[in-house]
């Protein structure tokens, strides 16, 4: 470990490894501090004595998802409201701010992108090369980062080459030395079954040194031992299982935190920063708990957490904060306590936690209550209202050009043509624009699977299920929306946005009534009766609203009924479905094997068949093979729609801005425009659906 390693060196070599780039916490003084850099507090420095207090400004970025530049791929245009390269200019800021940083990564950051895949899968980087994504956070200079669930979808092997090596796990060359990410990795609740020892280091001990105001009012700089330990959520075992199963296995946060605080603690870390790639769940604690924060920050001695894989926001000081648990404070930015920072997503976002020190004259320690957590947003809004953007950093973009360059040419690959406009903006409504091709593509690969290898299954009905993957939870522009005519490599991947692998699953018809109930969890219960304006959509994921696009199966969702009892009249070729008949369902590894929550049996023990392939991949080849896209053929089959009431006030939700002529090409003839804006600052539309058509 890296505590291990400095203790070992000579002054000289611990001074050019523990400082290696002039921001890292006022290191320009360091020479003439000698003593204070060794970290030995009795060396006679009377200043090093005299108490003294502290600002160290912890700086997050979390799931950046490869967007290193603020640039759409699905699109082929700029988009100024994420990217890296904003990200950071705002570092930059802070750096000039604060005279004491640390900058960490939370992980879910070498997956999300054309650029991601290209890199990974396409054209592979070389051992030599870094990602690209980690040479854009090179000129930043990040202290440490953490693992995200993403950072495990390109296999171990990919993995192992990407952090520079030296994971002792089955299948990986553990002596391969590559350029590796240029910061630790930290990750303490994740194992080698080869080992049975973490799969990388599970902390480091960052020596420092702080510029600091003794009580006397003078400038002092005074040493202190840093502890970052990070954290990943236990889902990598179900959604990864095809490269993770019985190599490496998981072990709850808190349990992982329980064991190597302390171990930090002795190794005489004086602060402890603890990176969760997780958020906050009210549940109570389980090892295998996907969002752990709560209880995590209970753990003795986290002195700060920073958090993350919800893509979402703390502290959140809006009316409807996303987080509002009991411990969850959001005015003083703490979780039970600590303080504590989720910035978002794809860079739209820096946290920032300014954590108060004091110094006793031998140690330091942490004001809670003094410490201060805020999200600085590369978006913002002038006097009159307009979008301001954080300018980008001009030394990121040079440093990836081309690489940049070469995943803009292949995706532009062309693979057909569609004769409509291929959309998500309305899915939630009925229109089935851009799920329908999934699911046939899905429906297809696995029939033709069964028939080849699985004769047992091959006399059951094959049908797949698809989500709205991008239905606006990140805003305007956070659609699925390929315009009519060439199809490309880039549309394909606007269509199945994950890199999921299909999955075949057996199920009855019980099962799919059950699991079409926990999808219309998307939808709020309508009250016929109420006269004012009731929000449709609710505040489940669209990426979980799986639906049927295909003749064979009809149903409708009653939205004026509560959860579980919204699926009306479901059809099989016409026929009443027979709650003991067996379907294979197409489906995605995420939900075959963490749909818990939907049926029992998607745990991963209903899967008939793990493919290797990507969703997207088969999407692709499947347009390759029908690249004549029609809205007869590929867009227009309705299995369901909302079941008829009329309503006393208007039922709304929101989509893209000016967005109308999509619904009325897919025949929503109840949707109409109430606002141009909804308010919410997204560039989203207000729309109206009239539930009695």
């Known amino acids: 470990m890296q505590d291990t390693f400095l203790r070992g060196q000579p002054f000289a070599a611990r001074l050019a490894f523990v400082f290696p780039r002039r921001h890292a916490l006022g290191a320009l003084a360091c020479a003439a501090l000698l003593a204070a850099c060794g970290g030995n507090d009795d060396d006679g420095d009377s200043s090093a004595a005299t108490p003294a207090t502290a600002t160290l400004a912890v700086l997050e970025t979390t799931d ?68 690209s994504m980690y040479k854009a956070m090179g000129a930043l200079g990040f202290d440490a980062g953490t693992l995200g669930n993403h950072e495990f979808n390109y296999g171990l092997p990919f993995l192992n080459q990407v952090l520079g090596g030296g994971l002792e796990v089955d299948g990986v060359d553990d002596t391969k030395k590559c350029a590796g990410n240029g910061y630790p990795a930290v990750l303490a609740n994740v194992y080698s079954s080869k080992t049975k020892k973490p799969l990388v280091q599970p902390y480091t001990v960052l020596e420092r040194t702080l510029v600091a105001k003794s009580s006397d009012g003078k400038d002092v700089q005074l040493p202190i031992k840093i502890g970052v330990i990070g954290f990943t959520t236990p889902g990598i075992m179900n959604w990864d299982k095809r490269f993770l199963e019985g190599k490496v296995y998981t072990e709850g946060a808190v349990e992982a935190a329980q064991k190597y605080v302390p171990e930090l603690r002795a190794k005489g870390a004086q602060l402890v920063v603890a990176l969760l790639h997780g958020g906050l769940d009210a549940s109570s604690y389980s090892p295998t708990m996907e969002n752990p924060g709560l209880h995590l920050s209970k753990v003795p001695g986290i002195d700060a957490m920073v958090m993350g894989h919800q893509h979402s926001v703390f502290p959140d000081l809006s009316a409807k904060p996303a987080f509002t648990q009991a411990g969850v404070d959001n005015k003083a930015g703490t979780i039970n306590g600590v303080p504590a920072v989720m910035a978002s997503s794809w860079g739209k976002s820096l946290g920032v936690i300014q954590l108060a020190l004091k110094w006793d004259g031998k140690a330091w320690s942490v004001d809670k209550a003094a410490s201060k957590s805020e999200l ?95 239905s606006g939870f990140q805003g305007g522009k956070d659609f699925t929306d390929v315009a009519a005519g060439p199809l490309a490599i880039y549309n394909a991947a606007d269509l199945y946005l994950y890199p999921n692998t299909v999955y075949a ?39 979980n609203f799986d639906m049927f696009t295909t003749a064979d199966v009809q149903y409708e969702i009653d939205v004026t009924q509560p959860v579980g009892s919204r699926i009306k ?20 590894n995420y939900r075959a094997t963490s749909g818990k929550s939907f049926i029992p049996k998607l745990d991963g023990s209903a899967t008939i068949w793990a493919s290797p392939d990507a969703n997207r991949d088969v999407v692709i080849e499947y347009v390759r093979k029908n690249p004549q896209v029609t809205r007869v053929a590929n867009g227009a089959a309705k299995s369901w729609r909302f079941t008829q009431v009329t309503t006393a006030g208007d039922v709304v939700f929101s989509s893209g801005a000016d967005a109308l002529p999509v619904a009325q090409a897919a025949g929503l003839a109840g949707v109409s425009l109430l606002a141009a804006d909804d308010g919410s600052g997204k560039g989203m539309a207000k729309y109206k659906i009239d539930l009695s058509k």
């Open 376 to 470: 600085r947003n590369i978006q913002t809004k002038d006097a009159a209202g307009a979008n301001v953007f954080v300018a980008a950093d001009p030394a990121v973009a040079p440093l990836i050009e081309s690489q940049h360059q070469a995943a803009i040419n292949y995706v532009k690959t062309p693979i057909g043509n569609t004769d409509f406009r291929m959309s998500t903006l309305f899915a939630d409504v009925g229109d089935p624009g851009a799920i329908q091709i999934v699911n046939q593509a899905q429906q297809a690969y696995v029939a033709a699977y069964i028939q080849a290898n699985l004769p047992q299954y091959a006399q059951l009905p094959v049908l797949s299920v698809s989500a709205p993957f991008k």
């Open 569 to 588: 009249g479901l059809t099989y070729k016409g026929q009443p479905i027979d709650p003991a008949q067996e379907f294979v369902i197409a489906t995605n």
């Open 64 to 131: 950046l998802h490869f967007n290193v530049r603020s640039f759409d791929y699905f699109k082929l245009a700029e988009d100024k409201t994420y990217g890296f390269e904003r990200t950071a200019t705002l570092v930059r800021a802070a750096r000039k701010e604060f005279a004491n940083t640390l900058l960490v990564d939370n992980g879910d950051t070498i997956q999300g992108t054309a650029l991601a895949d290209y890199e990974a899968t396409v054209s592979p980087i070389p051992c030599t090369q870094q990602l």
């Open 505 to 543: 699953v057996k199920v009855n018809g019980a099962d799919i009534k059950d699991w079409l109930e926990a999808a219309a969890k998307r939808f709020n219960q309508i009250d016929p009766a109420k006269a004012g304006e009731q929000a449709l959509i609710s505040t489940f994921p669209g990426y």
